[in-house]
């Protein structure tokens, strides 16, 4: 299984961007996704998750801004960016939990 992903750039503080990840495989429908965040000289951090059955769980920081969704029949995962902040500024991993896979990563940078 591949998992790329693609979407990020540079966008000015309060806009909106949509992350995608494509994933390689047939039992896409099966596995629990999520989107992770490394800034610059920080940890990895959740960003959000949904399971296969559709659950989704966000991070604090992003809970009414950024939302989580999945397309089974195209195998995509994607992520709705909205009001975006500068501490929003990171490499977006997409994710796969069983078993652990990560995609390449996508840059977002918000400028202020």
């Known amino acids: 299984v591949q998992l790329q992903a693609s979407g990020g750039g540079l966008v000015q503080a309060g806009g909106s961007l949509r992350l995608s990840c494509i994933v390689s495989?047939?039992?896409?429908?099966?596995?629990?996704m999520g989107w992770y965040r490394q800034a610059s000289g920080k940890q990895r951090e959740l960003v959000a998750a949904i399971s296969s059955g559709g659950s989704t769980d966000y991070a604090d920081s992003v809970k009414g801004r950024f939302t989580i969704s999945r397309d089974n029949a195209k195998k995509m995962l994607y992520l709705q960016m909205n009001s975006v902040k500068a501490e929003d500024t990171a490499v977006y991993y997409c994710?796969?939990?069983?078993?652990?896979?990560w995609g390449q990563g996508t840059q977002v940078t918000v400028s202020s």
């Open positions: 994710h796969r939990y069983v078993p652990p896979t």
């Open positions: 495989g047939s039992t896409f429908t099966n596995y629990d």
